[in-house]
Every structure is written in structure tokens, then in C-alpha cells.
């Protein structure tokens, strides 16, 4: 059974990094593609960064571009979504993801299997 557990949210001010960890219980992470979506209260649960079973390749949204960065350790079966320089803007819960399409998706729909979420909040 594939779980996919996310930890490492919290409270932190406007400025401020946070390091998100996604925990698989297999070796998805090596035969996935990963990405990490975020949903604020209110709105559509947006994606914001993936990166292809080889970590060769990442796609990220314009808004945390030269902010976020993934990675992945495919050893931990563990991907990771390093978040710096936050704004109250990125408050959100933020999910992990895997998806078969070799190189991602940026619709949730496409998307195979979810974590719970962790919450990030982002205080002005």
C-alpha cells in the first residue's frame, strides 16, 4: 500500500524558510513523478513544484520561483520542498504527490496518490 506522509509545516514569519518532508513507504520516489500542491483556505488547490523519478528535471510556478526548491532522496524515499524568503501569500496546506506521467502534471486530477497535507501559515 503506497502512503505518502508530509510533515514539517508551521508557524513562521514573513521572511522566514521552512523545510517540507514527504515519507513514502515505497520506492515511488524513484518511479514517480513527485510535485507538491498547496490549497489556501478558500481557493483551488494549486500546484507548485515537481520533479521527474530521475530528479533530472523540475517544474515550479512563477510565484515561488527562486524560492522553493525540490529534492529528493530516493535512499529515504523522502522529497523534500525547501520554502524560503515566505510571504503571507504562501499560507496554505501544502500536499505531496505522485503521478505517473513521466514528466508531471500540473492538474491534480492526474495525480495518483496524495498525502494528508501539513499546514504552513505565514504571519505578516
Known amino acids: 500500500q503506497v502512503r505518502l506522509v508530509e510533515s514539517g509545516g508551521g508557524l513562521v514569519q514573513t521572511g522566514g524558510s521552512l523545510r517540507l518532508s514527504c515519507v513514502t513507504t515505497?520506492?515511488?520516489?524513484?518511479?514517480?513523478?513527485m510535485g507538491w500542491f498547496r490549497q489556501a483556505a478558500g481557493k483551488e488547490r494549486e500546484f507548485v513544484v515537481g520533479?521527474?523519478?530521475?530528479?533530472?528535471?523540475?517544474d515550479v510556478i512563477d510565484s515561488v520561483k527562486g524560492r522553493f526548491a525540490i529534492s529528493r532522496d530516493s535512499a529515504k524515499n523522502t522529497v523534500y520542498l525547501q520554502m524560503n524568503n515566505l510571504k503571507p501569500d504562501d499560507t496554505a496546506v501544502y500536499y505531496c504527490a505522485a503521478t505517473t506521467r513521466r514528466y508531471g502534471s500540473r492538474v491534480s486530477e492526474e495525480y495518483d496518490y496524495w498525502g494528508q497535507g501539513t499546514q504552513v501559515t505565514v504571519s505578516s
Open positions: 520533479i521527474t523519478r530521475s530528479g533530472g528535471r523540475s
Open positions: 515505497t520506492s515511488i520516489v524513484s518511479t514517480y513523478f
